[in-house]
């Protein structure tokens, strides 16, 4: 019976280091295109309008929407794992009842909504999808800037 516990632990602690690495990686890329951004933007602000601008623009545009598969992308792993995990930890409440894991996790659950109504409502997801989204539309915006000149 142990050793079957170990092993409900292992796969729960296994799928919150899959979270823990699908977050890094966002995280990780996510900067490497703001950086990206960033000089693009600068090398547009240091020529200008020019049309030799347009190749610049549209790599941000598709950065941009890279970005944004990307942050979906991870967060549909992320969502993965974490049914996994709440598979697995159910497994471990119904093993061990007098634990009441899902109780104590309900209601942490409960008291941080009731501290944070309006951010516990606000998916994480989105507003990563929301920053690449506005790397996208900046390179839109300046590939519409450039060519209007």
Same mark, same amino acid.
């Given at each position: 019976?142990?050793?079957?516990t170990?092993?409900?632990?292992?796969?729960w602690?296994?799928?919150?280091?899959?979270?823990?690495?699908?977050?890094?990686?966002?995280?990780?890329?996510?900067n490497?295109?703001?950086?990206?951004?960033?000089a693009?933007?600068? *090398?547009?602000?240091?020529k200008? *309008?020019?049309?030799?601008?347009?190749?610049?623009?549209?790599?941000?545009? @598709?950065?941009?929407?890279?970005?944004?598969?990307?942050?979906?992308?991870? !967060?549909?792993?992320?969502?993965?794992?974490?049914?996994? +995990?709440? +598979?697995?930890?159910?497994?471990?409440?119904?093993? !061990?009842?007098?634990?009441?894991?899902?109780? @104590?996790?309900?209601? +942490? !659950?409960?008291?941080?909504?009731?501290? *944070?109504? !309006?951010?516990?409502?606000?998916? @994480?997801?989105?507003?990563?999808?929301?920053?690449? *989204?506005?790397?996208?539309?900046?390179?839109?915006?300046?590939?519409?800037l450039?060519?209007?000149?």
């Amino acid at each position: 019976m142990a050793d079957q516990t170990d092993v409900l632990i292992q796969q729960w602690l296994s799928r919150w280091e899959q979270i823990r690495h699908s977050e890094n990686q966002r995280a990780t890329i996510t900067n490497m295109i703001l950086v990206l951004t960033a000089a693009g933007l600068g *090398f547009i602000a240091q020529k200008g *309008f020019q049309p030799e601008m347009l190749i610049v623009s549209g790599v941000l545009i @598709l950065v941009g929407i890279f970005g944004v598969l990307m942050s979906a992308k991870y !967060y549909e792993r992320f969502r993965l794992h974490l049914r996994e +995990a709440g +598979a697995i930890r159910q497994k471990l409440d119904e093993r !061990y009842p007098e634990l009441e894991i899902t109780r @104590l996790v309900t209601t +942490a !659950y409960d008291e941080q909504s009731q501290e *944070f109504p !309006y951010l516990t409502k606000l998916p @994480l997801y989105g507003l990563w999808v929301s920053l690449h *989204f506005g790397v996208f539309a900046v390179g839109a915006l300046l590939t519409v800037l450039i060519l209007a000149t």
